[in-house]
């Protein structure tokens, strides 16, 4: 089975120790949880975690039915690549001593990034973007003193039409 990137998106209610109870259904299946986050959903008093994974979709569809079982589980969904869009934000440290340099106000520009502080000893630096994007960044301020580097993980808005609400309102009628 040809592995691929997904994502997974499961709304719950906000419990303590459902985050520990998810990912453990994850690593019970030897997957491996590329990037995850976790937020308030467009429902009130529903929160979504996002997590991403690279694995079959045969995997997933039965991972999927597990999570749904779970009590404080509303909904799971799993989606393709081509089915979302999405956006990680990355901040790069870089040495202060480096910044004055054309080049690298060159790469800022074209890069589409911003400096979100100048301090006395460093510049953070922040872009938005695909993975790909990112990295790209990161390979390009590299050589001119990269101190720091953190990436999030992918928050992600689906092509089609999420379900969720019709979930919710039929959870209520029951």
Known sequence: MEKELLTVSI????FVGLLNRITTIFTKRHVNIESITAS??????????????R???TLIKKIVKVL???IDVIGAFYHSED???YQEISLYKVNVEN???SKFKEIITTNHAKIVAVEKEFVVI??????????????ELNPF????????GRVVITKQKMKISEILNNNKNN
Request: hydrophobic letters at 25%.
């Open 55 to 57: 694995e079959s979709e």
């Open 68 to 70: 749904e079982k779970q």
């Open 145 to 152: 003193g990269l101190m720091q580097f953190v990436r999030s």
């Open 11 to 14: 709304y719950t209610e906000n």
């Open 126 to 139: 922040e872009k938005s973007g695909t993975k790909e994007e990112t990295d790209k960044l990161y390979n």
């Open 99 to 101: 910044v004055n340099n």
């Open 83 to 85: 089915q979302t869009i």
């Open 40 to 53: 308030k959903s467009e429902i009130e008093n529903v929160h979504r975690y996002t997590i991403v994974v």
